[in-house]
């Protein structure tokens, strides 16, 4: 069903380009009666209810009843029909995949999180990736035909538009996004993590209207992603918000891009952990040392130090967000945002980053820019990259920008 519209889409069909107007609209805005849909497109109300009437018996579209007003006639409402497609999303972590399953509507059908992974920069871990792609699609029980696409979110530098990931699996002279397409046998997009985070946040999580939105990405490394007049923002190559590579520190670390002095290796998960561990060789105590050595301690347990108020793993984190807070100030004061969401790994401290934070806005931001930012953890949370995931897979297809 999907299928077909997507193909008539590609051909540039007057009539396709038409309905995925009508999609873009409910996608966004969502259940929408005729008269709405008419006055939101510029067009006539015949139009609209010509392409509308054509998209529900194709499938496409479900006719869900009168709307209840307070008098005169009741419209019908119109909404995409959750069953005529399906769109999977993969979150690529360092030592962990997210894969999930959306339907048409963009209901979540299935998570599956934390599969062991290990991300490395070889074709065996690539073809590791697709069987478990596979493997997840194998188990899924709907019309496999309805699976219309899949998008996959990695950290680091991704070109969507080419497909390229400048980061991870940039080998073999094809894109990564045409090499996946061949080996699954399914159309499959990539993009950053961070973006798909935002957009997750943005079409389910904690955005309620606002359409300036910067969404800080704090995990292993640090970045930041930029939704622009309610558009994702991607730069040229695909390659904004790179703002953890940006020079911060005169401090001599190494960073994972090869250059010193990064804000990320002051402030992401990887400094947090590299200090933790310098600090418990140091001689101090944290609860992560009952039944473990100093070699054996993982992020993950210094994330559970966090959640049992552990006061070595709670100085540090308020330590790197007061440092984050003074780059935040910097980025509210160039794109003066409505909101900055704070996600990633990091965000599971809450308010022990979350306040730090703000305080630091407060300070350093000029009076009216700090006024205008609401400043918020993420809703989603861990979801957050894989649902954004799998809402991009449908946006990329069938979304106009």
Sequence with gaps: MGRLLLEEIRKGSKSAMMKQRIITHLIYNGSSTITDLSKDMDLSVPTVTKFVDEMCAEGYVNDYGKLETSGGRHPSLYGLNSESGYFIGVEVKWYALNIGVINFKGDVVQLQMD?????EDTPECL????????????????????????????????????????SFFNFGGTSLSSAMTERLKVDVSIDNDGRAMLY?????????????VIFINVSWGLGMSIIIDGKLYQGKSGFAGEFGHNYGYDNQVICNCGKRGCIETEVSCSAFYR??????????NSV?????????????????????????????????ASQLGLHVAAIINVFN???????????????????????????YTLNFMNRDSDIVLSKLKDRAGVIGACLLARSKMFALN
């Design 115 to 119: 599969i062991p992974f290990k991300l």
């Design 127 to 166: 073809e590791l990736l697709c069987q478990h792609i596979e493997n997840f699609m194998a188990g899924l029980a709907i019309d496999k035909n309805k699976l219309l696409g899949v998008n996959v979110v990695l950290c680091g530098r991704v070109n969507p538009e080419l497909g390229y990931s400048y």
């Design 200 to 212: 997750g946040e943005f079409m389910k999580g904690v955005v309620k209207g606002q359409r300036h």
């Design 275 to 284: 200090k933790f561990i310098e600090h418990l060789k140091n001689g101090e």
């Design 288 to 320: 992560v040392l009952a039944g473990k050595t100093v070699d054996e301690i993982t992020l993950q347990d210094v994330f559970e130090a966090i959640a049992k108020e552990d006061l070595l793993a709670i100085e540090l984190v308020e330590e790197i």
């Design 337 to 363: 945002p409505e909101m900055v969401i704070l996600g990633g790994d990091l965000s599971c401290a809450g308010d022990y980053l979350l306040q730090p934070i703000i305080t630091a806005v407060r300070k």
